[in-house]
């Protein structure tokens, strides 16, 4: 009787081993899962992020191959009035010791010929512009280079702030809009990939208007050595309500 119980005794240890086994194999089939999926993961989000080979890249100091070299207009809308165009600069306002390759000269113009794969591709983008220059916009605030001849201190807007008093839309509450190439955008402005010949319209104005064509939208950039051309897109081939290249105030912009 003593050698039966002792027998069944290791017939049931024997299979609870082999659960217990059983279940090892599947722990480590799960986790071997696990991570092949987690690898995949981190491959995929590192290409999404890849800039090699996409337009504008920098040029190649090896061969002596030179990098792309773009123009895109850019034009400011505050309660009716165009500002002025952001003033020259070409080192990033975070720090003055970097060169950056996405900048301005001063002419209304976002100049994007990158130095290095971290301005090219992908990256290159209206948001990195404006961070460059020390500024920003979302879809619900802008913080921009000057504010309106009326206050021009005031350079920070966020939707539902009211109108400077001086502007056209004085007391009334604005909202975040702007434009690529004349039509109407709706998403985070900042991740806008520059292009060349595009043109690029940012503002804060009620919601019931829209900014219109900037007064830059056929004009020609400052010629910085990338043979510059007039700008000539479909939609923005006439000059803005009440304003020419040189004007800085528009009239009741149309409606939408």
């Not at 512009?129 to 280079?145: P, Q, R, T």
Request: hydrophobic share 30%; proline share 7%; glycine share 14%.
């Amino acid at each position: 009787m003593a050698k039966s119980k002792y027998t069944r005794a290791r017939i049931r240890a024997a299979g609870r081993q082999g659960k217990r086994r059983g279940g090892g194999r599947w722990f480590a089939a799960a986790m071997s899962l696990i991570v092949l999926f987690g690898v995949v993961g981190i491959v995929l989000v590192r290409g999404g992020s890849d800039s090699s080979g996409v337009s504008p890249q920098p040029g190649n100091p090896t061969t002596g191959a030179p990098g792309d070299h773009w123009h895109t207009a850019l034009a400011a809308n505050i309660c009716g009035e165009w500002i002025s165009p952001p003033a020259e600069f070409e080192n990033s306002a975070e720090n003055i010791n970097v060169r950056i390759g996405i900048h301005t000269h001063g002419d209304g113009f976002i100049h994007t010929h990158p130095f290095t794969s971290s301005e090219g591709g992908t990256n290159a983008t209206f948001g990195r512009f404006l961070s460059y220059g020390g500024w920003s916009a979302s879809e619900d605030s802008l913080s921009l280079w000057e504010g309106t001849d009326a206050d021009p201190g005031r350079t920070d807007f966020s939707n539902g702030d009211k109108c400077p008093p001086g502007t056209l839309y004085a007391g009334q509450a604005g909202v975040v809009k702007y434009s690529v190439n004349c039509k109407n955008q709706f998403r985070n402005p900042s991740d806008v990939r520059l292009t060349d010949g595009e043109v690029i319209a940012i503002g804060f104005v009620p919601k019931s208007y829209s900014l219109g064509v900037p007064p830059n939208a056929t004009a020609t950039p400052a010629d910085d050595g990338g043979d510059p051309k007039a700008i000539n897109t479909a939609g923005c081939r006439t000059a803005g309500p009440g304003a020419s290249e040189a004007a800085t105030t528009t009239t009741l912009p149309v409606k939408p």
